[in-house]
């Protein structure tokens, strides 16, 4: 195997970067559609069926005729998908509103600190452990190189992942600040004190990965939490995996916990004076920080890229016959089935639960989450000490 | 092409610690106190990558997690909510201002008659460590996170853990000030 030039490995990155990107833009809208249909499906109506112009062409006049006759009609079910084109459109040509006494720099920089922290986050995730694909041997330039699974799987990735995530916090405050009104300004500060004191539940619960594992080096975790432990030791993880979804939920600031935006107390928060593509990119952003959390979930408590979470792969994998070896090993189609799942999860959740109120919020954070996962990082202490 | 990064890559940290004087001096200079806690923020993550430069990764995103999550956000959200008008601030400055120059002088001189030897001198060959054994088969230049605890929780324990208890007894103290003031 060849090794890279250092101009190489860089060409290199910036696929995997490119490839991010394009995971990124088409997981959020499909996520935006699912959570139309699923919410529809859990309020008992159908969802998004079709766009404005769906009354032309043969699937239009086969609609009129179902819906004449009284039915759903099977064609009209996923008609509302071309509305997400019509979404973006939307947002990128309509007029870009700046309140007149705005603080014009900040306003501008709110949307995309939160954009460029959401999705730096993807530099130390990693997809598969080890190599993703080789770029066959006739390829221009890069012919016969390795591509690996994540674009840097440094040492310190957990710490990165969580360093970074928590820098989106100043997109959600300075826009906050900066649109000069009274609703925004409660949804910033809000945001800023929920977003800080969930931090330190979601931190701690996801401490007891890194005491089982021994490592912050993400691939290492995801491999030792899936197959490098028995199972019996990983299962009482179960319990730090429901509290870091819950920190998840909380921080991600989607329902149960959307503070900053309770849209019947703020009107919309934050977000109020915000249009266009940069309200566009907070939203962008919002949808990018549940994939992450649902990646993170995926990895260290889910079995990541392994079939089966929990360490119970360690448990399968020596039984496996010969002929579905492909369910022993890792591969980056778990992880995202996993992440789809914990997507779907989060829509769920949000057509379940209502909201909470803001002093209870604060109360669940600081009088249960907290000393809960403390507790769960001592027990994951004690099998870390006696056991492993 | 290969020469211009690699050369690049040789003066990253050059390049983070202009960035970090120019959030440094925004700081300084800037008439919003927001702006200044921005500045600030963008001085704390260059200084980050400084520490990324010098291969002291488990450091720099310390840094990150730290500062730029932690520390900066109270500033702001301090800032954000006791508002100072404008004319008060810019008076309280200016009377502060003589004096902040001569502490800053007298505090760099400080600094600079106890770093002489750590800025010019040669470096040395070996860390300083009080127990060495605990470091063998530490491959410190890839276990930055070993490394750093290693320091902390065996060769250091005593100092870290009163540092600490000097941070629990600044909370408490907080708490207590605040209580006070509202009877």
């Keep these: 195997m060849p090794t890279p030039t250092l101009t190489q490995s860089i060409v290199i990155t910036l696929i995997q970067c490119l490839l991010v990107v394009i995971f990124v833009f088409v997981v959020v809208p499909l996520t935006v559609f699912a959570e139309r249909k699923v919410l529809g499906h859990l309020q008992q109506r159908l969802g998004s069926t079709r766009v404005a112009s769906g009354h032309i062409g043969f699937s239009g006049w086969m609609n009129r005729r179902m819906w004449k006759m009284g039915r759903v009609p099977v ?19 309509k007029e870009d509103i700046m309140p007149a006494k705005a603080d014009k720099f900040v306003f501008f920089l709110a949307p995309s600190i939160s954009m460029v922290a959401a999705i730096v986050v993807f530099a130390a995730i990693s997809f598969v452990p080890g190599t993703f694909f080789t770029f066959p041997t006739w390829f221009p330039y890069l ?7 994540g674009i840097s799987d440094i040492n310190v990735g957990l710490l990165w992942i969580l360093g970074v995530a928590t820098v989106g916090v100043y997109g959600i405050v300075l826009a906050g600040w900066s649109s000069n009104s009274k609703y925004p300004l409660l949804g910033g500060l809000r945001s800023a004190a929920q977003m800080v004191s969930y931090e330190v539940p979601l931190t701690l619960s996801l401490l007891a990965p890194v005491v089982l594992s021994a490592s912050l080096n993400f691939s290492e975790m995801s491999s030792h939490m899936a197959i490098g432990m ?159 | 092409m290969e020469h211009f990064i690699e050369t690049i890559g040789r003066n990253m940290f050059a390049i983070f ?87 800053v002088a007298g ?47 065996a060769d250091y324990l005593l100092p870290f853990e009163i540092l600490s208890v000097i941070l629990l007894v600044a909370l408490v103290g907080a708490v207590v000030l605040a209580k006070t003031e509202r009877v």
């Design chain 2, 107 to 153: 505090g760099a001189a400080l600094f600079l008659a106890v770093f002489r030897k750590a800025i010019f001198g040669a470096p040395s060959p070996e860390a300083l460590v009080l127990r060495p054994e605990l470091a063998k088969g530490l491959d410190v230049a890839h276990q930055n996170a070993q490394a750093v605890s290693r320091g902390l929780f």
């Design chain 1, 143 to 149: 012919g016969g190189l390795p591509v690996s699974g």
């Design chain 2, 17 to 103: 610690g202009v960035m970090a004087l120019v959030g440094a001096l925004l700081m300084i200079g800037s008439r919003s106190a927001i702006h200044s806690v921005l500045g600030f923020l963008f001085a704390m993550l260059n200084i980050a990558g400084c520490f990324l430069a010098l291969e002291a990764e488990f450091l720099g995103v310390a840094q990150i997690l730290v500062y730029a999550g932690g520390i900066v956000v109270l500033f702001l959200f301090v800032v954000m909510l006791v508002e100072m008008s404008k004319k008060k601030e810019g008076e309280v400055f200016q009377l502060q201002s003589r004096y902040a120059v001569v502490a």
């Design chain 1, 75 to 93: 064609v009209s079910y996923w008609r509302g998908i071309p509305g997400l084109v019509g979404d973006v459109l939307k947002l990128i040509l």
């Design chain 1, 230 to 388: 028995p199972a019996w030791a990983l299962i009482p993880q179960v319990i730090g995996f429901l509290l870091y979804l819950t920190c998840g939920f909380a921080e991600t600031n989607r329902l149960p916990f959307d503070m900053p935006e309770a849209e019947n107390e703020l009107v919309a928060g934050f977000h109020t004076e915000y249009s266009g593509m940069k309200f566009g990119l907070f939203y962008l952003a919002e949808y990018i920080n549940m994939t992450v959390v649902s990646a993170l979930a995926s990895a260290f408590f889910l079995g990541g890229p392994w079939l089966l979470p929990f360490g119970l792969q360690g448990l399968l994998n020596p039984y496996l016959p010969g002929f579905l070896s492909w369910f022993g090993a890792p591969h980056a189609i778990f992880f995202v089935a996993k992440i789809i799942f914990l997507l779907f999860t989060y829509i769920w959740v949000r057509g379940t639960i209502p909201r909470y109120r803001y002093d209870q919020i604060m109360a669940v954070g600081w009088k249960y989450l907290i000393p809960l996962a403390l507790v769960n990082l001592l027990l994951a202490a004690v099998i870390r000490c006696f056991a492993v």
